[in-house]
């Protein structure tokens, strides 16, 4: 036993030893974990945000959600139709491998592939061209005078890498696939991945070769998936953890009067909203067969007026919300708070509506939610059973993990009849949601229009915004796209949530609204 203790005590200190005078360790805790390392798989913040400490775009947001040179070092229109983008030069990815114009065209093929969740981003361009190994041109198929802003969430992967370990498209989470970037990652960004636990903890270390200066003084970073609420509100109190990026609102309170620790608050881009297949002539999940009540404006509108959204900010939120009559709110380009209106709850108007319709008596159908993707999202979706249940709509709820949700409503399933899902938009623009959400489904256009409903006034609007220069123009075609959108109630939106996070009073950090977390500006006092 004094053998073992020696023995231990020594690799104790060599482990030590190795250890800069300053290292300093950054514990935090999500109630979900990141579904995939790969970053093209799903489209969605939190996947996005993570890897975004890993892997790197050509164009990145600063600390005010500015943009700023990453890996291209300058970009200029030099046509209508066309974009330059001069590439960072002596760039490497984290095993040594040259960041070259290659691996952006891999890039380009990669996240066209079928696997990958994030098409959408590249969706104006046709064409990638290398003029040499440090100069791409981006030609759009007409003029996209934002594309810049649309490129900072598309990260570039190393095509030596994926090529090496087979992973040249991504395993597509749908299905459950799994390729070798499920798990591994490697790319040019301020932090490397260690390990991997899924559903319990992932482990970063800085990038020795990071081409940028680091404004962190982390060693060691670690994620740790704490489901219960109160056992990861309770890491924090006790010093387990340093942060927790999901924060319930229920002890928002507690925490801010608990000693060292505190809640830093402020209002987030994202909007939640409910959706309603409005494509099929019969729903998936729903006790009317031969066709789809959703499809009769009337439903839609009475689903609307049933519900109460202050009291869901009152009693569910607790506060930390924003009602809203829009799928994009303040802080997006073109948001107007005179367009902001909801529809009026009132129950009556509902039933009238239902029974005009012809379900007199209401109908059944099943509501999918995710249990761990947005603030209180399982309570949302009970509150609004609940309403529904007023106007005589039985609705059986459907919570599950993000993991298990998004492949069951997101493409290419689409297997939902009623759902809730959040939108941030990635260039802080009306049309990247209208685009995203609300257009015909094209494969590129509307792949989040997971309704699958379709307007041909409301694509030609989408079509024209994206190629207005005129300000003046291009907000009233906001407006007129977000008016059919209202009175079509197409969607059913809630609200913005509040980025609500906690850490000890040693952490400082960049808390941005768009809910991104980069490490980069962490620092442990």
Same mark, same amino acid.
């Given at each position: 036993m004094r053998r073992i203790l020696?023995?231990?005590?020594?690799?104790?200190?060599?482990?030590?030893?190795?250890?800069?005078?300053?290292?300093?360790?950054?514990?935090?805790?999500?109630?979900?974990?990141?579904?995939?390392?790969?970053?093209?798989?799903?489209?969605?913040?939190?996947?996005?945000s993570f890897m975004a400490n890993i892997y790197e775009p050509l164009v990145r947001r600063d600390r005010d959600l500015e943009l700023e040179p990453a890996l291209a070092e300058k970009w200029e229109q030099t046509s209508p139709t066309s974009w330059r983008f001069t590439l960072r030069q002596g760039v490497k990815f984290s095993d040594g491998t040259p960041f070259t114009a290659d691996d952006v065209l891999f890039s380009v093929q990669r996240v066209r592939s079928k696997g990958s969740n994030m098409q959408s981003v590249i969706a104006s361009v046709s064409e990638v061209r290398k003029i040499d190994d440090h100069t791409v041109d981006f030609i759009t198929r007409m003029p996209d005078p934002i594309l810049p802003q649309g490129l900072t969430n598309w990260a570039m992967m190393s095509k030596a890498w994926?090529?090496?370990?087979?992973?040249?498209?991504?395993?597509?989470?749908?299905?459950?696939?799994?390729?070798?970037?499920?798990?591994n990652a490697m790319g040019t960004g301020p932090f490397k991945l260690v390990s991997r636990e899924p559903d319990r903890r992932t482990v970063l270390e800085p990038n020795a070769g990071w081409w940028d200066k680091p404004q #962190?003084?982390?060693?060691?970073?670690?994620?740790?998936?704490?489901a219960n609420d109160a056992t990861r509100v309770a890491a924090l109190l006790s010093g387990e953890v340093d942060m927790l990026y999901t924060v319930p609102p229920q002890d928002v309170e507690r925490i801010r009067r608990a000693p060292n620790t505190r809640i830093l608050q402020g209002p987030e881009l994202r909007t939640i909203y409910l959706g309603m297949d409005q494509l099929r002539d019969?729903?998936?999940?729903?006790?009317?067969?031969?066709?789809?009540?959703?499809?009769?404006?009337?439903?839609?509108?009475?689903?609307?007026?049933?519900?109460?959204?202050?009291?869901i900010k009152s009693r569910v939120m607790r506060g930390q919300s924003r009602p809203t009559g829009q799928i994009f709110g303040p802080g997006v380009n073109g948001f107007e708070e005179a367009n902001d209106t909801r529809y009026k709850y009132d129950p009556e108007a509902a039933k009238k509506l239902l029974a005009?319709?012809?379900?007199?008596?209401?109908?059944?159908?099943?509501?999918?939610?995710?249990?761990?993707?947005?603030?209180?999202?399982?309570?949302?979706?009970t509150a609004v059973v609940s309403m529904l249940a007023r106007v005589g709509v039985?609705?059986?709820?459907?919570?599950?993990?993000?993991?298990?949700?998004?492949?069951?409503?997101?493409?290419?399933?689409?297997?939902?009849?009623?759902?809730?899902?959040?939108?941030?938009?990635?260039?802080?623009?009306? #049309?990247?949601?209208?685009?995203?959400?609300a257009g015909t489904r094209d494969g590129t256009r509307g792949v989040f229009n997971n309704g699958g409903f379709s307007n041909a006034a409301l694509d030609k609007l989408i079509q024209d915004m994206s190629v207005e220069s005129d300000e003046t123009k291009r907000n009233t075609m906001i407006t007129q796209a977000s008016k059919i959108i209202h009175d079509e109630a197409l969607y059913l939106p809630l609200h913005q949530q509040q980025v609500v996070w906690a850490t000890r009073t040693n952490i400082e950090l960049v808390q941005p609204a768009d809910n991104y977390f980069p490490l980069r500006y962490v620092q442990v006092k």
């Open positions: 020696l023995a231990t005590a020594l690799l104790a200190g060599t482990a030590l030893a190795g250890l800069p005078a300053d290292a300093k360790t950054f514990r935090w805790a999500n109630d979900g974990d990141v579904n995939s390392m790969d970053p093209y798989t799903r489209q969605e913040t939190f996947l996005l994926a090529e090496k370990n087979n992973a040249t498209t991504p395993a597509d989470l749908t299905s459950r696939e799994e390729n070798f970037a499920t798990r #962190h003084n982390l060693t060691r970073v670690e994620l740790n998936i704490i019969e729903l998936l999940k729903s006790d009317v067969k031969g066709k789809n009540p959703f499809k009769d404006v009337r439903v839609r509108q009475a689903f609307y007026h049933a519900i109460d959204i202050e009291a005009e319709a012809g379900y007199p008596n209401g109908f059944s159908l099943t509501m999918d939610c995710p249990n761990d993707r947005y603030v209180n999202d399982e309570a949302i979706c039985k609705v059986t709820l459907n919570a599950q993990t993000r993991a298990r949700y998004f492949a069951e409503i997101n493409p290419p399933n689409y297997n939902t009849s009623f759902y809730m899902l959040g939108w941030t938009p990635t260039t802080y623009d009306a #049309h990247n949601a209208f685009f995203n959400l």
